[in-house]
Each structure stands twice: as C-alpha cells, then as structure tokens.
C-alpha cells in the first residue's frame, strides 16, 4: 500500500506556471506507474499525464506541451510542470499510483485565473 501527499497548487495568473508535488510513502515507489488527474467543478475526473515504472511518459492533448510530468525514485516524489496556464486548467489535481491496484492522493486545488 501507498499513501500520497500533494502539494503545490494555488491561484495563479493566465500564462502562468505552478508545479505540483506528489510525495509518497509505505511502499516501493520505483514499482509503481504514477500520474496525475484532475476534476474540474461539475466535471468527471480526467487523465493529465502519467510516467511508467521506465520512465515513459503519456500526457492529454489538452496538455501536451505545457505539462511535464516526473519522478525522482530516490525522493519517492512525483511532479508535475505546468506552462502557460489556462482558465480551463481548473480543477482539483489528484497523484495516483498504479500497481494493479490504484491509490489517490486528497487533491490539491489550481485556480487560473486574473
């Protein structure tokens, strides 16, 4: 089993950056395929991005090219770069670890907005 902590959103302007944190704990964090999701007001929860156990990646189109998602193994920590920022970027962003069986984090909120 594994428990994840998010951290890192907040309001920010349109055009603006945020980086996101997922840090991890109680299991082997190397053996897990990690990702990051959202759920906007209203909304179902949508896939963002996600990185293998190797290191490949795999992102939305709504946000290929402004999000980059990694991990460092030896912090056990999850991330996720966020670039040129949109209103529609508006959600509640959970950390998800995927081992065949699938844990979340509490969320944390990004508000883009002027």
């Known amino acids: 089993q594994v428990q994840l902590v998010e951290s890192g959103g907040g309001l920010v302007q349109p055009g603006g950056s945020l980086r996101l944190s997922c840090a991890a704990s109680g299991s082997i964090f190397s053996r897990y395929a990690m990702g990051w999701y959202r759920q906007a007001p209203g909304k179902q929860r949508e896939f963002v991005a996600r990185v293998t156990s190797d290191g490949s990646t795999y992102y939305a189109d709504s946000v290929k090219g402004r999000f980059t998602i990694s991990r460092d193994n030896a912090k056990n920590t999850l991330y996720l770069q966020m670039n040129s920022l949109k209103p529609e970027d508006t959600a509640v962003y959970y950390c998800?670890?995927?081992?065949?069986?699938?844990?979340w984090g509490q969320g944390t909120q990004v508000t883009v907005s002027s």
């Open positions: 998800n670890a995927n081992n065949g069986w699938s844990y």
